[in-house]
């Protein structure tokens, strides 16, 4: 990564101009934060993406050829649970307003409970392979 794509530029003089000082203070200590989160964001649903090219690969071979091997069968299924998951988080967190406020203490919640509601390329453990 080059110098450039690390120093993350926030123009927060509007809001010191609108008297929310406080709230711009926030944003210029956590912006190295919330760039590194944008950054892991990005790459989690460039990963994601991949995953679904390999697992449509996976599901055209199997219409044609009529099976696939275990593993590739494992990678099919996996994916198809994380676009589940991708729907099933999203579709209602975009269709009700404010709802997305929400999904942090939702995502935090349910792993308590021992549930992953994320897709695999989010999860902290990546133990693919």
Do not use: C, W
């Not at 794509?5 to 010191?16: C, H, M, R």
């Amino acid at each position: 990564m080059s110098d450039k794509e690390d120093s993350v530029e926030i123009d927060v003089s509007i809001l010191e101009k609108e008297g929310k000082t406080e709230f711009s203070e926030k944003i210029t200590i956590h912006k190295q934060k919330a760039s590194k989160a944008f950054q892991e964001l990005i790459v989690n649903i460039k990963t994601e993406a991949t995953e679904t090219q390999v697992a449509s690969k996976i599901l055209i071979k199997y219409i044609k050829e009529g099976n696939v091997s275990e593993e590739e069968e494992k990678e099919l299924r996996t994916q198809v649970y994380d676009l589940l998951k991708v729907l099933g988080i999203g579709v209602p967190f975009a269709l009700i307003p404010g709802a997305s406020l929400l999904l942090p203490f939702l995502i935090k919640l349910v792993q308590k409970k021992g549930i992953k509601l994320l897709p695999t390329a989010f999860s902290d453990e990546k133990d693919k392979g």
